[in-house]
């Protein structure tokens, strides 16, 4: 058995969309609460002042006897927010991230439900059964025959909702192909194989920048209208301040810029999901490079294009699915796979070029052996051959 995740938008109805903000609301105020009691704790006991989750959770069964109005949501989002904080703390712990803070309302916010004796179900093409929310409606989506465990539900910046489906499903092998191949990562494409074909890289960003400016401008300046306005009404009408949510057409901007960075992320996913499947279908063994993506992004000319090819999802994306269809991906070393020969395998040192000029180089003839190289497949050849060393 194997989980996969799988992202829905939802389209809920009114009296769906006023329990979601309760949900949202009513995890944000538990999560709050239990740390402000850990905080509270560690003042007054200082060497044994944490609680682990068990006992979180006893506190959490008083705190909803306090409390009564947190019974309106489903009692495993409550359960789930006290575990996240838990989380939270057990990595700072470990020096993995910082002391879990206290949660401010977001235009973006989520809470994650647990599927108990069966509650959560798919029940055709577009729809859905949510505990305390009945029967919502999703336009489309591939869904797993599978057992649901989790659902997380989430509204963005934009106001969109989404869902993201965690199923246990049967792991299905793949057939085998007897193929492999390696891939270089590229800014051009997304990756060039080894067997010469290459995957494009739609600039989904470049698309839609004129439009995101525009509206990014927009925002911006009717964010400074609305502050003057703020400091205006707590100068001349101090008991009834207006608030950011108060101006209709700076939320309007707001939301449209959330939107089509939304709808970009989204197009991207879309790109990365189909092509890894093809990816993991047509090859038993994959070898690509092993980028230090965070190191590369410090680099803000790079930064930009790298982030919008999206390496280190692309990665994972064929790790995972590698691990779920039954084939075998490598990771190797990067040093050397552009400037090696792959016929003779001499290294070619840069032609004599400079770092700048080299990078320009698209094609070349070897200096050893008189290939003649196209810059990306032989790189990408290098790295499969790497990798069939390597697993050897
Ligand atoms: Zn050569």
């Not at 919502?136 to 969109?160: D, E, M």
């Not at 400074?224 to 306005?229: L, Q, R």
């Not at 901007?253 to 890894?276: C, E, G, P, S, W």
């Not at 965070?294 to 930064?303: C, P, R, V, W, Y």
Request: charged fraction near 25%.
């Amino acid at each position: 058995m194997v989980l996969k995740a799988f992202k829905l938008r939802i389209y809920p109805n009114q009296q769906q969309q006023d329990y979601l903000a309760r949900a949202f609301g009513h995890t944000r105020w538990v999560w709050n609460q239990m740390l402000m009691m850990l905080l509270a704790r560690r003042e007054n006991l200082p060497k044994q002042w944490y609680l682990n989750n068990f006992a979180l959770n006893y506190l959490l069964t008083r705190l909803k006897a306090e409390t009564p109005w947190l019974r309106e949501v489903d009692a495993t989002m409550l359960i789930n927010a006290t575990r996240d904080l838990h989380d939270g703390f057990t990595r700072w712990f470990k020096h993995q991230n910082q002391m879990p803070k206290k949660k401010v309302r977001r235009w973006a916010q989520s809470a994650t439900s647990n599927a108990v004796n069966g509650n959560i179900k798919i029940l055709d093409d577009h729809h859905l059964q949510v505990p305390r929310m009945g029967v919502v409606y999703f336009r489309a989506g591939r869904l797993p025959a599978g057992k649901v465990k989790q659902l997380t539900l989430r509204q963005n910046a934009a106001g969109q909702y989404y869902v993201a489906v965690l199923c246990e499903c049967e792991n299905q092998t793949l057939p085998k192909t007897g193929k492999v191949v390696g891939g270089d990562l590229g800014l051009k494409a997304l990756l060039n194989l080894s067997d010469g074909q290459i995957e494009p890289l739609f600039r989904y960003d470049k698309r839609l920048s004129k439009q995101l400016h525009e509206w990014e401008k927009k925002m911006a300046r009717r964010r400074i209208g609305a502050k003057k306005a703020i400091a205006r009404d707590k100068h001349e009408h101090p008991g009834n301040v207006r608030t950011l949510a108060d101006f209709a057409n700076y939320q309007k901007a707001r939301r449209k810029v959330a939107a089509i960075k939304a709808h970009i992320a989204n197009q991207r996913a879309d790109q990365l999901q189909k092509y890894t499947t093809w990816l993991v279908r047509a090859y038993d063994l994959i070898v690509l490079e092993d980028l230090n993506v965070k190191g590369l992004l410090k680099n803000h000319k790079l930064a930009r294009a790298i982030s919008n090819a999206s390496w280190g999802k692309l990665v994972t994306m064929i790790q995972y699915k590698c691990a779920w269809y039954g084939k075998q991906l490598i990771l190797v070393p990067p040093a050397y796979t552009s400037q090696e020969c792959a016929v003779c395998h001499a290294r070619n040192h840069r032609l004599g070029l400079s770092k700048g000029q080299w990078l320009k180089v698209r094609e070349w003839d070897c200096p050893n052996c008189g290939a003649h190289l196209d810059r990306d497949v032989n790189a990408a050849q290098n790295i499969l051959s790497k990798g069939l060393k390597q697993s050897a």
